[in-house]
């Protein structure tokens, strides 16, 4: 009798992978620089995003400014926070690395700014030539935020995901968004 009843079921679960209807197993957890770069290879073949990308690039007649606000620590873990400070830094590197934009680091403005205080004091920086050049320093196109998130996979381990969105500071509009599961943390 239970021959009987496990060939059917045999033959249904093979009927249903041939034809679509059970999904493979998901791929193994990668890690957070991996997932990074998947997730910028996800924007820059995103045809809404190169459609976003090229009318900027083209208004502006040059490369556009892109700058990051830092990537929120949505887990319940505060040891994660040096893990999102790591993954803010590998967005930044990673879409240095694209070529497409001119990144800029607006947590350096704050390590400008006090160069420039500290020469007005008798340092050796000329402070109006400073000022001058961070006057004239462009405004950024686009800007990069997201967020790291705790969930659990089918085996129990703990797995994040990281979400980009990368915003049009113009029109407020997203310009891409993008999620990657089953990060594994090191």
Known sequence: MKTKMIIPFAALAV???LCGCVSAPPPEACDLETSVQILMEKMLGNPQ???NYNAAKKAKG????VCQSPIVNKTPKAECRSVVRAADDLVRVALFDTGAFEVKDDGAADMMLS?????????I?????LMNAVGGHDAPDFIVSGDLQQSVSS?????????LAVY???TGKIVWEGIQRKIKLQ
């Open 125 to 129: 920086e000329n402070m109006s030539a």
């Open 115 to 123: 160069r420039i205080v500290w020469g007005a004091d008798g340092g």
């Open 62 to 65: 040059a490369l556009p400014v």
């Open 168 to 170: 049009n500071l113009k």
């Open 15 to 17: 009927c249903s992978i």
């Open 49 to 51: 995003f190169t459609k």
């Open 155 to 163: 085996g129990g381990y703990p797995t994040y995901r990281l979400r």
